[in-house]
C-alpha cells in the first residue's frame, strides 16, 4: 500500500465512536468510478480470511488503488491501524425494479468485546438516488449488542438514515451497526462493494490527535439519536465513554459523571 494518507481528526473519530459511520462523499475520482462499474460488473476475486491488507490485492489492481486513495487509507488506518486482516468482501448489486428491503441486521453474532471493532468498508461507485434503495443505517445504534437479524422485526426507526450519495462515496462502519439495502425501484442496476477489516494492532491514538481536547470532541462523544428511549438511551452514551477510553488511553473522560459514578469504589473508610 502506499504511504500516502490523511489521518481522521479526533473530531472526526468521536463521531465515528458516537454514530458508528463515517462517510467520505465522492472521495474517488470520476475515472476510476468508471472502472470501479467495470471491475464489480466482472466479480473481485475472493481473498482468504485473515489476508493481510498488503497482500490480498494485486499491484495496480483497481481494489488495491482505491484503498490507496490519501483519505480512504488514512480513515482506515486511523480506525484499525496499519495491516489489518481481510475478513471478506463482497459485490453487492440490487437489479433495476427488483429485490425486497433488506431485514435491519448486524453483521455479527453478539460481539462482546468492549474495547475493539471491526470495521465494513462500502464503496458507491455510481450516484445513489433515493429510488435506487441504498443502504440504510440506524446511526448510534452499534454499541447495542444484538445476534444478526434480532432487529428484523422493525420497519423504520426514527432518525435512520438511507443512503443518498454521489458517485464515488466510501462509507466506514462499525461492524455491530444495525444496517440494511434497500429495494431498488429505479431503472439501474446498483452496485455497493464491501470489505470487512480486522485490526491486528491495539486501536489506540492511531490518528491525529492534535485536536484531542476541542470541546467539538465532547459535543460528538455526547450525541443522542431521536430513536433512544429516554432512559436506556443513556446507556449508549455509557458505552461510547468505555470504548473513548480505551481508544484514547484516557480512564478519566467521562460525561456527566457517567462511568465514574459506576466505577467508583471506594477502599476505605472515611471519618
Known amino acids: 500500500m502506499e504511504n500516502r494518507r490523511e489521518l481522521l481528526s479526533s473530531v472526526q473519530m468521536a463521531r465515528f465512536v458516537a454514530r458508528g459511520s463515517l462517510r467520505l462523499d465522492a472521495v474517488v475520482p470520476a475515472e476510476m468510478n468508471a472502472e470501479g462499474l467495470a471491475v464489480l460488473a466482472d466479480g473481485v476475486p475472493s481473498v482468504p480470511y485473515g489476508t493481510p491488507l498488503s497482500d490480498a490485492y ?102 435512520q438514515d438511507r443512503l443518498v450519495c454521489p458517485a464515488g462515496t466510501v462509507v466506514f462502519l462499525h461492524h455491530g451497526i444495525w444496517h440494511g439495502g434497500r429495494r431498488n425501484d429505479s431503472d439501474i442496476l446498483r452496485y455497493m462493494f464491501k470489505i470487512r477489516f480486522n485490526p491486528r494492532v491495539r486501536q489506540r491514538r492511531l490518528w491525529d490527535t492534535s485536536d484531542l481536547h476541542d470541546p467539538q470532541v465532547t459535543a460528538e462523544l455526547d450525541a443522542m439519536f431521536p430513536w433512544y428511549e429516554g432512559a436506556t438511551g443513556r446507556l449508549e452514551r455509557y458505552n461510547r465513554i468505555l470504548l473513548w477510553r480505551h481508544l484514547t488511553g484516557d480512564d478519566d473522560f467521562d460525561l456527566d459523571h457517567w462511568v465514574t459514578r459506576v466505577s467508583n469504589r471506594p477502599k476505605e473508610i472515611v471519618t
Open 58 to 159: 494485486d499491484n495496480g489492481s483497481f481494489v488495491r488503488r482505491l484503498l490507496a486513495l490519501p483519505r480512504v487509507a488514512g480513515a482506515l488506518r486511523s480506525l484499525v491501524g496499519p495491516e489489518p486482516w481481510v475478513d471478506h468482501h463482497f459485490v453487492h448489486t440490487r437489479a433495476p425494479h427488483g429485490g425486497t428491503a433488506q431485514a435491519l441486521h448486524g453483521d455479527a453474532i453478539i460481539d462482546v468485546r468492549p474495547d475493539a471493532f471491526d470495521v465494513q468498508l462500502m464503496y458507491y461507485p455510481q450516484d445513489v438516488t433515493l429510488e435506487m434503495g441504498g443502504t440504510l443505517s440506524v446511526p448510534g445504534s452499534h454499541l447495542r449488542r444484538i445476534n444478526e437479524s434480532d432487529t428484523g422485526r422493525y420497519q423504520n426507526l426514527r432518525g
